[in-house]
Each structure stands twice: as structure tokens, then as C-alpha cells.
């Protein structure tokens, strides 16, 4: 079973410049998850969707960041413009229905670095 | 707002001992998971403790749940040299995971 696609891999750009990264969830898995993990810390939740919906993205920083998931399946999430303080590994997850026993499945990540 | 607190954050034993992290979280949960990443990995799921007394073992590691205490304990036995990484608990409420800040686990030879 192929597991969380995500890319780029690695991300360098200059601050107030735009990023956009792509999250592929294993097939059939309703749930989808973007996190953001800043060096030496957990993982913080930025969004997530259930199906093509939006179910919590309360710690999205809406003036600059976006995501979507238009097609219920594949996702994106964007950054414009960047600041240096959104330097961080950006992670997405899936789980089957998002319900009481789900385990969520974490993709490899994106290394952000905002100069 | 729920908040989750690990210790210890660095943890540095030989090979053979025993240890403890603890998680600590603040309000109700519906369930609770332990992760390990390895550096420049992604997380990879160890445990999900689902009620109070839940106990679930692999290998040297046991994951333990008290809700009355808001506590998970995960315990290392006879550590070996393989465990060396960093391990998170999130705590789930109302659907939305928070995560502590980790503890990251050396083990020496």
C-alpha cells in the first residue's frame, strides 16, 4: 500500500515570496491533515478536511495561509507571502473517516526555509 | 485549550536500563497516540491508548494510560542502541490532535 505523497521534499525561498505544497493521502482515506512542526517542537495542526470539507482550521493562519482540497482527494496548501518565522517542516497525514480509533499516516514532509 | 506537556525533553541512557516518559495533558481526551521520529523522518504511529488502564506493549516498549490522572507513561525496557529517536504523545479532543514537544532519546552504548 503506497503510503502519504508529498512534494517538494525541500523548499528554499526569500521572505514575502509565495509556496505552494502538494499532499497525495493513501488512496480511499476521507481524512486529510496538514501540520506544521517547527524545529524542536511538535507537530501543530493547521487544517483539516474531511472529504472535500473543512472540519477544524482554527490554528490557520488565514492572512497568509490557504489550503484546499478541491476533488476530496489530493491537497495543497499555500504561503503568501512567507515570513521567516513559517521556516518549518510542513507535514501531511491521512486517516481513514477521521473518527475515534483513526490512526492518522504522516508523509515524509516539506523542509520550509524562508531566508 | 488543551495543552500537553512531556518529560523529560532529552533523555540520554545506556544500552540495557530502563526508563520512563511521561506525558501529561490537560483536559479530556478521546484518545491518546504515541509517535516516533527519527531525525529528518516523518512520524510513524506506535500506540493508541483508547480508555483508562489501557496498556499496549511492542517489543520494549509499553505505552500506559490513566485519564483520571490526565497521564501516559511510555516505558523502555533493556534500552538498545535502535530506540534512539525522538517519541511525541498527542493527546485527540473533539477530533483535533495536539502534540507535546517530544522527548528526544539517546541511547549510548
Known amino acids: 500500500e503506497a503510503g502519504v505523497a508529498q512534494s517538494p521534499r525541500y523548499k528554499i525561498i526569500e521572505k514575502r515570496q509565495s509556496v505552494a505544497f502538494w499532499c497525495n493521502p493513501i488512496s480511499g482515506h476521507a481524512t486529510l491533515y496538514w501540520y506544521q512542526q517547527i524545529l524542536g517542537q511538535g507537530p501543530k495542526l493547521l487544517i483539516q478536511?474531511?472529504?472535500?470539507?473543512?472540519?477544524?482550521d482554527s490554528q490557520l493562519p488565514k492572512d497568509r495561509f490557504s489550503a484546499e482540497r478541491l476533488k476530496g482527494v489530493d491537497s495543497t496548501l499555500k504561503i503568501q507571502p512567507a515570513k521567516l518565522e513559517d521556516s518549518a517542516v510542513y507535514l501531511c497525514?491521512?486517516?481513514?473517516?477521521?473518527?475515534?480509533?483513526?490512526?492518522?499516516?504522516f508523509g515524509p514532509g516539506t523542509r520550509l526555509t524562508v531566508l | 485549550e488543551l495543552k500537553v506537556e512531556q518529560n523529560p525533553l532529552f533523555l540520554s541512557m545506556q544500552e540495557g536500563k530502563n526508563y520512563t516518559i511521561y506525558c501529561n495533558y490537560s483536559?479530556?481526551?478521546?484518545?491518546l497516540y504515541w509517535y516516533r521520529q527519527d531525525p529528518g523522518k516523518s512520524l510513524e504511529s506506535l500506540f493508541v491508548l483508547l480508555s483508562n488502564g489501557a496498556v499496549k506493549q511492542e517489543g520494549r516498549l509499553m505505552a500506559s494510560l490513566d485519564t483520571k490522572a490526565r497521564l501516559s507513561t511510555l516505558h523502555i525496557t533493556a534500552a538498545v542502541h535502535d530506540l534512539s529517536a525522538t517519541y511525541f504523545c498527542?493527546?485527540?479532543?473533539?477530533?483535533?490532535?495536539?502534540f507535546g514537544d517530544g522527548t528526544t532519546l539517546t541511547v549510548k552504548p
Open positions: 498527542a493527546v485527540t479532543n473533539a477530533g483535533k490532535s495536539t
Open positions: 497525514a491521512s486517516s481513514l473517516a477521521g473518527g475515534v480509533t483513526d490512526t492518522q499516516y
Open positions: 478536511f474531511q472529504n472535500n470539507g473543512v472540519v477544524d
Open positions: 483536559t479530556t481526551s478521546d484518545r
